[in-house]
C-alpha cells in the first residue's frame, strides 16, 4: 500500500513533536531532580535527553550544569562546548563553561566565556563584570586590563 507524500510528511512531523516533547520531558525531569539534590539521577535522565536529540542545545547545557554540580569540569565543559556549537548565542552555556574553568583554574579561559556571555546577554552585565575584576585580580586578564566589552 503506498502512502501519499503529503501523509508521509504529516507523519513525520508528528515523530518530531512527539521526539522533541519526550526530550523536553526528559530536560524537565533532569532539572527536577537537580533542585531535589538526585545529581547522579540527573545527569542520567540528561544524558539520555542528549542521547535522544544530540542537537538540542538546552539538553547538552543542562548536562553541563548537572556535571558540574557533580564536580567533573571537564565532561561539564565538554557538553557546554557542545552546547555552544549548536547555539552559538547561548549565555548560559559560556557562563556554565566559565565557572568549570574558574574550577580547574583557568582564568583567562573562564574570563574570555563570560565576556562573550555578556556580549549575549547585557542584563547580567553587573554580575559578570564583577566576576571579571575578580578573576584580573587573579591572573585572567588577558590583555593585561579590565573587561573592555
Known amino acids: 500500500m503506498r502512502f501519499p507524500c503529503s501523509a508521509l510528511i504529516a507523519l513525520a512531523i508528528l515523530s518530531q ?10 530536560i524537565r525531569e533532569g532539572e527536577s531532580k537537580l533542585q531535589t539534590g538526585e545529581i547522579d539521577a540527573a545527569v542520567r535522565v540528561l544524558e ?14 543542562r548536562l553541563g550544569g548537572a556535571l558540574l554540580l557533580k564536580q567533573d569540569q ?11 556549537s549548536l547555539d552559538p548565542r547561548n ?4 557562563i556554565g563553561m566559565a565557572v568549570a ?14 565576556v562573550e556571555a555578556k ?11 564583577r566576576l571579571v575584576v575578580w578573576l584580573d585580580s587573579r591572573g ?6 579590565g573587561l573592555t566589552h
Open 48 to 61: 539520555e535527553a542528549v542521547a535522544q536529540d544530540a542537537r538540542s542545545a538546552l539538553a547538552r547545557t
Open 91 to 94: 549565555a548560559q552555556a559560556f
Open 74 to 84: 571537564t565532561a561539564a565543559i565538554g557538553q557546554f562546548r557542545e552546547a555552544i
Open 119 to 129: 556580549d549575549i546577554d547585557s542584563a547580567k552585565g553587573q554580575e559578570i563584570d
Open 140 to 145: 585572567g586578564a588577558e590583555s593585561g586590563g
Open 101 to 114: 574553568e574558574i574550577h580547574l583554574g583557568r582564568y583567562g579561559l573562564a574570563r574570555a566565556a563570560l
Open 17 to 26: 513533536s512527539a521526539f522533541a516533547a519526550d526530550v523536553g520531558e526528559l
